[in-house]
């Protein structure tokens, strides 16, 4: 692999103590995924291959995309420059006048892009996509700059990016994969081994700052350049899906691991560590609900007359092919919660007579929903997320609309839910509910250049009743001031509860 030349840092490139990398520089499937710990040398991989398909291969060229057009300035200069000025079989194709986001080579193009300008990726037309760093992009300039590559014969794809949550960007691109990971042979008993799977137990401390990575079998230690890359899925042959943990990178040793383990767990910082260090998706229980939890909170005794017994009645609408629609109504110190899928707005009109309010995403179909508005006004408002508005929902009679942070709104509802406030019916659509609340997580984002983060609750699969559950508790906020604080009543009996409310 002698024409690789040279890295960025100026020494010539070697699989010494990178045995890893040979199988993916070697590699020419059309869509291949790298989910990856930082500092294993993929991107220096994505740089070469792009460099040189533009060479030999590509027409049109390479579109490689990042999170933020600071990202693509920084990479411009300090990664691919000086892999391009190293390399003279590189850089006598370049044409040296080109700027920072654009690089002809040979009759080729490499455009550097940052998902943060609409403009940025739209009009170019290119032959591979590499996306750098998937898991902070906006997706949906991401799935845009995808379609540009239909034009192309090759339609190549490479995602990299270090993991965050579980089931989202390049962890959901990677469970689609083959899913290679790379074991390693112990040289003592033969046994292979994924020292991902068995972490922590893989670090054995034979004594103080003596740490080993070790067989899971014979608990001796193994060789980090003994190894092979085997698909756990090799029947899914369409994509391509790499797997990186520092645990057998060359530059980081087990001591330092343990310690870094360590350090993390002891400031609840387990997520960097996972996501960074092992190269795994990872989700805080306080983050994402699971199915369990969530069908644990049915009751037999939920009312057979849930539309009919007393209180007032909160329904909250999400819009997509179907209508997914949450009730609510409080009853002593738990929300009865009832959802139900409607196929269109003809029927609902048999619900409207029983309920006092009711929430309804505007979007995508704003004209059904204004119309539903309008023939129950006062009762229906449409939802607009806004993130200008703070600490409070803005209700507006005239336009028929209320606006709210979508952050703090869904905070909200997810509390109620991970605090077992609320009770569901034993129904078939109570488990879609709970998988649906599954579907959600929260994600922070961290911009690099305002050092401003945000918490976004983020999509892992269909997730309708959850925003419908957020819309019915929009509706019904004004009776859950109390209930928010956690500070009533909620150890009392539900069956006693629901006998009262029958009476
Ligand atoms: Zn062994």
């Not at 995808?146 to 490479?158: A, G, M, P, Q, Y």
């Not at 089931?167 to 020292?195: R, T, W």
């Not at 560590?273 to 609900?289: E, M, Q």
Request: net charge negative; with cysteine; proline share 4%.
């Amino acid at each position: 692999m002698e024409e690789f030349g040279f890295t960025e840092a100026g020494e010539k490139f070697s699989f010494v103590g990178r045995e890893y990398l040979l199988q993916p520089y070697a590699d020419e499937h059309p869509y291949q995924v790298h989910k990856k710990c930082t500092q294993v040398g993929i991107t220096t991989k994505a740089i070469f291959s792009a460099l040189f398909s533009c060479i030999n291969l590509y027409p049109k060229g390479v579109l490689y995309l990042f999170p933020t057009e600071k990202d693509v300035r920084d990479f411009s200069r300090t990664r691919v420059n000086p892999i391009i000025n190293y390399n003279p079989e590189i850089s006598q194709w370049v044409n040296d006048a080109d700027t920072m986001g654009l690089k002809q080579i040979k009759k080729s193009f490499l455009y550097l892009r940052g998902t943060k300008s609409r403009s940025g990726a739209k009009s170019i037309p290119a032959d591979k996509l590499i996306a750098d760093e998937l898991d902070e992009m906006d997706l949906f300039i991401y799935e845009m700059a995808r379609k540009r590559l239909s034009d192309s014969t090759f339609k190549h794809i490479e995602l990299l990016s270090n993991p965050s949550l579980p089931d989202f960007a390049i962890d959901k691109e990677f469970q689609a994969s083959d899913q290679q990971h790379y074991l390693l042979k112990c040289p003592h008993c033969g046994q292979y081994n994924d020292v991902n799977e068995t972490f922590p137990d893989c670090l054995v401390e034979r004594a103080k700052d003596d740490v080993i990575l070790a067989c899971f079998k014979c608990r001796k230690e193994l060789d980090k350049s003994n190894g092979k890359w085997v698909a756990k899925y090799p029947s899914n042959k369409d994509v391509r899906g790499y797997q990186y943990t520092q645990l057998w990178a060359k530059n980081v040793t087990p001591l330092e691991i343990l310690k870094e383990y360590r350090k993390a767990k002891a400031e609840g910082k387990l997520q960097n560590f996972y996501n960074l260090t092992l190269g795994l998706a990872y989700v805080s229980a306080k983050d994402r609900l699971t199915v369990e939890q969530v069908l644990s909170l049915r009751d037999e005794e939920f009312p057979e007359n849930f539309f009919q017994i007393d209180g007032n009645l909160y329904m909250g609408i999400d819009q997509g092919k179907d209508l997914h629609i949450v009730f609510k109504k409080r009853c002593k110190g738990k929300i009865l919660t009832y959802p139900v899928v409607e196929v269109d707005f003809k029927e609902l009109d048999k619900y409207m007579k029983y309920v006092t309010r009711c929430v309804i995403d505007a979007l995508p179909e704003t004209r059904n929903a204004k119309a539903f508005a309008e023939r129950f006004a006062g009762i229906v408002y449409l939802n607009y997320y806004n993130e200008h508005q703070k600490d409070s929902y803005k209700w507006d009679d005239e336009r028929m609309i209320v606006q709210e942070n979508r952050t703090e709104s869904m905070d909200a509802s997810h509390c109620l839910i991970n605090e077992g406030d609320i009770v569901l019916p034993f129904s078939d659509s109570a488990i879609e509910y709970a998988q649906h609340c599954h579907n959600t997580a929260k994600k922070l984002y961290e911009d690099e250049e305002t050092g401003s983060k945000r918490y976004v609750w983020v999509k892992l699969g269909p997730d309708h009743y959850r925003h419908a559950d957020n819309y019915a508790n929009i509706a019904m906020s004004e009776e859950l001031s109390d209930i928010n604080n956690h500070s009533e009543d909620i150890g009392e009996d539900l069956n006693e509860k629901f006998a009262k409310e029958e009476d």
